[in-house]
């Protein structure tokens, strides 16, 4: 994600991806998006942290305007492999098996998890920057009844943070 296309404002942030990616096709790209603040722990709203985040990493940036950048000199733009370790590395720390989740997973669950909360497979799909509903239900919706990946994160983090 790249800050000139990262709106960052007080209760939410607006997110164009500009790359081309895996699943980008001629005259389909991912839509922008938003994430919503989460006023009700501002110890777990993403916002905040995003917030928190560039202040702390703005001296360090010079002229770099991806999002993540390394956290020891010389402060480059970070790989995708540096943050799936990343990911990784914060399920663990929240007890979650990393051998059997990983940084992957992350998106099965959570869209696994909108649509058991009812979302829509549509809404879904556009989230995902899916144009197949056959893609979801055949790689994405998994069954999450025994272990909500999600919440058990959510409630990892509170316990973590009190």
Same mark, same amino acid.
């Given at each position: ?54 202040? =702390? *990493?703005? /001296?360090?940036?010079?002229?770099? +305007?991806?999002?993540?950048?390394? %956290? ?6 970070? $790989? ?53 509903? =056959? *893609?979801? /239900?055949?790689?994405?919706?998994? +069954?999450?009844?025994?272990?909500? %990946? ?6 990892? $983090? ?5």
């Amino acid at each position: 994600m790249d800050l000139r296309y990262i709106q960052v404002l007080p209760d939410r942030l607006h997110i164009s991806i500009q790359q081309v990616l895996k699943t980008t096709k001629p005259g389909k790209h991912q839509a922008p998006f938003e994430i919503q603040s989460f006023p009700s722990n501002e110890c777990l709203c993403i916002v905040k942290r995003i917030h928190e985040y560039l202040s =702390r *990493t703005a /001296a360090l940036r010079k002229t770099h +305007t991806q999002l993540f950048i390394s %956290f020891q000199s010389p402060f480059q733009p970070v $790989s995708k492999d540096t943050i799936a370790r990343w990911v990784k590395e914060t399920l663990k720390l929240a007890g979650i098996d990393t051998g059997k989740f990983s940084a992957h997973s992350c998106r099965a669950a959570s869209t696994s998890a909108a649509h058991k909360a009812g979302l829509s497979l549509p809404e879904i799909m556009a989230a995902a920057g899916w144009s197949n509903a =056959r *893609t979801f /239900a055949q790689y994405y919706c998994k +069954t999450i009844d025994k272990y909500n %990946f999600g919440q058990h994160i959510l409630v990892s $983090s509170s316990t973590l943070t009190s």
